[in-house]
């Protein structure tokens, strides 16, 4: 087995969570570095060095315009071919919170047609209903075609929060809706404590079909808003003290050992 | 060619900014509004085609899955035709003001491989549809839609084709040369002396004046209005802090007699003298960096600072409150070498947001928009610059609608070896981060005097706007370049701007600057604008010329500016110079030590304030729903989820806990480095009511209770420091002076009785507001001279900090367990005064809770031991509503129900209290009493007996029990039952007042 898997957290003006999805990925024995896009773009870092590329959460650039747009179109001019070389070696993406929106608003996600010189976009991630950014726990039902890598294994609700302002997930259309559904692209669904479909603000966004996240037709490149990397450790639980559980490891962490493991099994 | 291009939802898209604006309008109690749409209109100007446009709009601007966009040129835009029952109504930031959409959206231009925009304007048009008034449209555009502060109504009809007022004097100004102001004070009368000082909004005093004038007469010169400016700000109240370091003849009466004596430097002879005497040995660097330093662990120290931002937030709340986080952010990474920022933490003070708008005094804002827009701005920079917002606290009060207090603090985390600073002489001085422009010009001697219904008019330069994205830059840059020991002191830009800064770092050997160097926004600033401006986001270092290329370049990959300024030299002179002619030239040592000791008067006499006649209830029940729901006490959740409070990874215990994550946390528990299982706690203090009736008891009481929330989630009184932040109005005025010594001599006397130090502390004086032209409302009651002042209830907050020693066992607040006990810790006295219960019979009562440090060290000591221990199952402090709040929180907290007899209650009258142990003895006191150092914990069967014999001898009393079933049942003295809820309106009750939504 190699252990050495290494991952890119990609930074710019105004990731800031890169230093806990760092830790995640280290903690469970990968190689994490934080590097700037401008580095990628210089040539001063290779994508092709790495096995895993990992979009934190955060506010590039602001979100000014709106959220994750100006690095969505920074990384479909400057790095699509690199992006796409990346996936097709079987290597793997996650982008989390302003990562998801990022990868939706460059149409790394869901995938189709992703082209630097034609831009088309098939889903976004909007304003939320309440039209306030909210922090809160949310539960999360795993699909249980999806053919996600990043969630193998994951059968009960998970529990994990979301903070983000504009987390609602919108597709252009019905048949994208269908359509990702039968490639089996759809993730997380936000649900009930028990596992049901719901409303505001257990869907804390108003999301379309309660989606938390999605991944492409590999099943490699995985978006979602809430945060995996918040509910890594126990002692991140909003009620910890409560549980009787005393293990190190909250749900987030089968997200990140999903993916170390499958670079090590595949690669 | 100037394009214009609009963003709009496309129909069928939930329009959530044009429904949340409809709900503002109906607050407004305006209800014929019907819809409202909101379009994004961009400017853009340059040289590019109508394809290049498109392009712009399809990839960047426009999110076509939600939205839809029309473009035009400008001068071809069409007004639409009057249309009855629609508004239309387009607001655009006035010149000068930042608007951060600008930078981020031409670098996404480029990014698109287009190069020719040379510049962005952004504006919001508002579709109003239903049927509107003049009156009531004029009023939702200033009340809703605008600030004239920073915005304007957009008039196209006067617009098209003209240049911007701005630009065509940056035009005037540019090819204008220089010219140097000298400022006649050296021939000046007293007379004219002070209308300098009041014209150049200098806010000095004629003593201050007069001395500046002999100063000037032994240079045998006049000064430059920059010198004047330097000077100004440097002994203004916001940077040196004449109040608390001058001297004070302060007088008391008791029983009639008065007594007098000298305080010579109030800070010294308290806080800091408190701190000397405590004299802990982790205290780092106590009340001389820009935050005071503990140590952490072996190889870090936590440093902490709470500012104040109140001033610009009455007049602008969004940006007032959103630079006041943005400066205190700028304090940690200005302390030492620089801190990493990891907890921010914020107390508001509000009017009642009930309040009716022909009430208000004219010039102020409606408090429920004050709050609104504080909380956006916290929210905005908090959250973009990726620091947990983990504490706070809201104070609601009628005596705030003037003035709001805004209070930010952070915590940092630095490296033990990063601690300490030295300027060099032959360093260079370095400006990092921001441009400058000519924003917020004279914040520093603004704040350093009452605000007026006229403020908002003279002091619009004052107030500003952040930009959260470059500060987040410039902290990545300054941690590379510290790490990498690439320069040598470093000091934020605040309050006077590089005129503090650099003023400040060179104060012990003088330094030289080149003002035309520094990079400015716009062209058009003349030299003293430059100094003085309080551009925000900016940093000075100290930098050894053999590290400048490599600092520059560490800059350079973070894509945030850097450049040098000028030199600290060893002439102990402060000399600027624009384009080679000198326009400062004055020695360090008056520009900081110069400023004449002043001596103000105080008097204290205790206000006469009868007993409160108050027959209690038989039933409390309807009592406790009232305390709960009471501003001061109720759920603040739609607040706090707006705040991302978990960003890094590092909440342990969350401002809300329990099973349903909606009960309210005592401190706030983090862990700065995830692989260790050490953490910080966080807390705070505050209660305006105690000090309404002795300001002495308010400032131990605050003291107390940010360390009870300490200790109760886990802490240690050992490891305990504390901040003291004093807002108050102003000190002129000896009535207010002599409360604020009172307050003062509280500190003292609780921090050394608890043996817990301060660390750094900060003031806010003179917030009063003072109308002097004629209001219209009802508060308008004219005095003699025909203005009216309106102080604030003398404030302080206490920020405490804690150490954790092993996150692991720290204990939260909801009740886990059916079948467990429940005790109470600490003693109940007969103090209902200031209390939340008294509040709901609109009475303010006159026995204020006292703090007995002797036997409050004794409960903090044994219940720390029997948390390490493991013996405790929840634990929740005593404070606002008292025991009965305290109950109701943890029961909710833990979906779990109790029964609880009030005669088992550990009670006794203080010995000074005039009311007999009998007749004081009662449901209602036992249940609202707000005393201190009172805790309730619950202690599963099989721990009690160690948990007994660890309070051996304390005031502690088994008192109840959890149970099953989600009843809240309360029986009183005479064994009768006197509160039986359930918990679920308890909880519904508590939630309701704020809820938003």
Redesign the interface.
């Known amino acids: 087995m190699s252990t050495d898997v290494k991952v890119a957290i990609l930074?710019t003006?105004?990731?800031?969570?890169d230093?806990?999805t760092k830790?995640a990925f280290e903690?469970l024995g990968a190689r994490a570095d934080l590097v700037?896009i401008?580095?990628l773009i210089l040539n001063k870092y290779n994508l092709e060095d790495y096995h895993i590329l990992a979009i934190p959460?955060?506010?590039s650039?602001?979100?000014?315009?709106?959220s994750g747009?100006?690095l969505a179109?920074?990384l479909r001019?400057?790095l699509s071919d690199a992006i796409k070389r990346f996936v097709e070696q079987g290597k793997l993406i996650i982008g989390i919170c302003n990562g998801f929106q990022i990868l939706a608003?460059s149409g790394i996600l869901p995938g189709w047609d992703f082209n630097p010189h034609h831009?088309s976009?098939?889903?976004?991630l909007?304003?939320?209903?309440?039209?306030?950014?909210?922090?809160?726990?949310i539960h999360l039902e795993h699909a249980p075609n999806s053919s996600c890598v990043w969630t193998r294994g994951i059968v009960q609700p998970i529990f994990l929060?979301v903070?983000h302002g504009e987390g609602k997930f919108?597709?252009?259309d019905q048949d994208v809706l269908n359509k990702l559904k039968s490639k089996n692209q759809v993730v997380f669904r936000y649900c009930s404590p028990s596992g049901l479909p719901t409303r505001y603000p257990e869907n804390p966004n108003?999301s379309s079909e309660d989606i938390a996240g999605i991944c492409d037709e590999t099943g490699r490149v995985f978006g979602l808003m809430p945060?995996p990397?918040?509910h890594?450790?126990l002692?991140?639980h909003?009620?910890w003290?409560?549980l009787k559980k005393k293990d190190r490891y909250g749900d987030g962490a089968k997200i990140f050992r999903n993916g170390i493991n499958y670079i090590r099994k595949n690669l | 060619m100037i394009w214009r291009v609009e963003v709009r939802d496309k129909k069928g898209v939930f329009d959530a900014l044009g429904e949340s604006v409809k709900k503002d309008i109906l607050d407004l109690g305006i209800s014929s509004v019907s819809k409202v749409e909101v379009s994004q209109v961009y400017l853009l100007d340059g040289q590019i085609s109508e394809l290049q446009v498109v392009k712009i709009c399809q990839e960047l601007l426009v999110d076509q899955i939600v939205q839809d966009y029309y473009h035009t040129p400008q001068q071809t835009l069409l007004i639409a035709p009057a249309q009855p029952n629609l508004r239309i109504v387009e607001i655009a930031y006035n010149p000068g003001v930042m608007d951060p959409v600008e930078e981020s959206t031409l670098k996404g231009i480029r990014d698109l491989g287009i190069e020719t925009v040379s510049s962005i304007r952004t504006s919001k048009k508002y579709l109003i549809y239903g049927k509107l008034s003049d009156q009531e449209f004029n009023m939702v555009v200033d009340k809703i839609l605008s600030n004239k502060l920073i915005q304007h109504v957009v008039d196209h009809e006067n617009l098209s084709g003209k240049k911007r007022a701005q630009d065509t004097e940056t035009d005037a100004q540019k090819n204008a040369p220089l010219k140097i102001v000298l400022v006649n004070i050296t021939k000046a009368s007293d007379k004219e002396l002070l209308s300098l000082s009041q014209q150049g909004q200098l806010f000095l005093n004629l003593e201050e004046m007069k001395a500046i004038q002999k100063y000037f007469k032994k240079e045998g010169r006049d000064p430059t209005d920059c010198e004047l400016e330097t000077i100004a700000q440097t002994w203004s109240e916001h940077c040196c802090h004449k109040t608390f370091r001058g001297d004070i003849r302060y007088h008391t009466y008791e029983k009639g007699k008065k007594r007098s004596k000298k305080i010579s430097n109030l800070l010294k002879s308290t806080i800091i003298k408190a701190t000397k005497e405590i004299n802990k040995s982790w205290c780092v660097s106590v009340f001389h960096d820009n935050a005071g330093v503990i140590k952490f662990d072996d190889d870090s120290n936590v440093c902490f600072k709470v500012e104040t931002h109140n001033h610009p937030s009455a007049l602008e709340p969004f940006g007032g409150a959103n630079t006041g986080i943005g400066g205190v952010i700028r304090d940690t990474l200005g302390t030492g070498l620089g801190a990493k920022p990891i907890c921010n933490t914020d107390i508001f003070c509000f009017g009642r947001p009930e309040v009716d708008f022909q009430d208000l005094p004219a010039g102020t804002l409606h408090p429920g928009r004050v709050m609104k827009g504080v909380i956006s701005g916290v929210r905005d920079y908090g959250n973009k610059m990726g620091i947990p917002t983990a504490n706070g606290a809201i104070v609601f009060d009628s005596g705030f609608i003037g003035n709001p207090l805004v209070f930010c603090g952070n915590v940092g985390l630095i490296p033990k070896d990063k601690v300490n600073k030295t300027v060099h002489k032959g360093d260079w001085i370095m400006v990092v981060g921001g441009r400058t422009g000519r924003d917020g010009i004279h914040g520093a001697t603004f704040s350093s005097g009452e605000l007026t219904d006229e403020s908002e008019v003279i002091s619009c330069a004052a107030v500003q706007i952040g930009n959260p994205i470059q500060e987040k830059k410039v902290t990545d840059a300054l941690m590379k370049a510290r790490d990498q020991g690439l320069y040598s002191a470093i000091t934020d830009c605040g309050a006077g701007g590089l005129s503090s800064a650099v003023g400040e770092m060179g104060q012990d050997l003088g330094c030289r600057v080149d003002l035309e160097k520094v990079p400015v926004k716009y062209q058009g600033l003349n030299y003293h604008e430059i100094w003085i401006s309080e551009s925000q986001e900016r940093m000075v270092l100290a930098v050894h010329p053999d590290s400048c290329a490599k600092l520059l370049e560490v800059f350079a990959s973070e894509n945030v500016e850097a450049t040098v300024i000028g030199e600290f030299t060893d002439t102990k002179r402060l000399e600027l110079f624009y384009e080679g002619c000198q326009v400062g030239n004055i020695a360090m040592e008056f520009l900081h030590h110069g400023i004449p000791k002043i001596t103000k008067e105080a008097v204290f006499a205790a206000p006469k304030l009868k007993a409160p006649r108050v027959v209690c209830p038989r039933n409390l029940t309807e009592k406790l729903l009232e305390v709960l729901s009471h501003y001061n006490v109720c759920s603040k959740e739609w607040v706090i989820r707006q705040y991302d409070h978990e960003v890094q990874g590092s909440s342990v215990l969350k401002p809300l806990v329990g099973v349903h994550g909606d009960a309210p946390s005592d401190a706030a528990v983090l862990r700065p480095k995830l692989n260790l299982s050490k953490g910080i706690a966080v807390s705070n203090g505050i209660n305006i009511r105690f000090g309404m009736i002795d300001p002495f008891w308010m400032a131990a009481s605050c003291i107390d209770e940010a360390i009870r929330q300490i200790i109760v989630v886990g802490g240690n009184l050992d490891q305990i420091a504390i901040l003291d932040n004093f807002c108050w109005g102003n000190p002129d005025k000896p009535d207010r002076l002599g409360r604020l010594v009172r307050a003062a001599q509280g500190c003292y006397q609780t921090a050394v009785g608890y043996q817990v130090p301060f660390i750094s502390g900060k003031d806010s004086l003179y917030n009063e507001y003072t109308l002097k032209q004629s209001g219209n409302g009802k508060h308008k009651k004219k005095n003699r001279k025909g203005s009216q002042s309106l102080a604030i209830p003398g404030t302080l907050l206490i920020s405490a900090i804690g150490i954790i020693e092993d996150i692991h066992r720290v204990v939260s607040m909801d009740f886990k367990r059916p079948g467990n006990s429940i005790y109470i810790l600490g003693e109940t006295f007969d103090e209902l005064g200031g209390s939340i219960y008294l509040d709901t019979y609109g009475l303010l009562g006159n026995t204020v809770a006292q703090v007995d440090t002797k036997s409050g060290t004794k409960i903090f000591r044994q219940l720390s031991e029997a948390i390490q221990k493991g013996l405790i199952a929840s634990a929740h402090d005593c404070s606002e509503g008292g025991l009965a709040v305290t109950l109701a929180e943890m029961a909710w907290g833990g979906d779990l129900g109790i029964t609880v007899l009030l005669d088992k209650v550990p009670y006794r009258v203080r010995r000074d209290g005039a009311v007999s142990e009998k007749a004081s003895k009662r449901n209602d006191t036992i249940l609202f009493s707000e005393s201190n150092s009172r805790f309730v914990v619950e202690v599963p069967p099989e721990a009690k007996q160690e948990f007994e014999k660890i309070l051996k001898g304390a005031a502690c009393a088994e008192i109840g029990r959890v149970e099953e079933s989600p009843e809240f049942i309360i029986y009183g003295l005479n064994e009768e039952i006197c509160i039986n809820a359930y918990i679920g309106d308890l909880k519904e009750a508590w939630k309701k007042t704020l809820a938003f939504a």
């Open positions: 930074r003006a105004g990731t800031n969570c230093q806990e830790f903690d700037h401008k580095q959460g955060g506010f650039y602001g979100d000014d315009i709106a747009k100006i179109n920074e001019l400057s608003k831009f976009q098939d889903i976004t909007t304003t939320n209903d309440s039209c306030k950014f909210e922090d809160r726990w929060p903070a919108v597709p252009r108003g945060h990397e918040r890594f450790l002692t991140q909003p009620f003290t409560r």
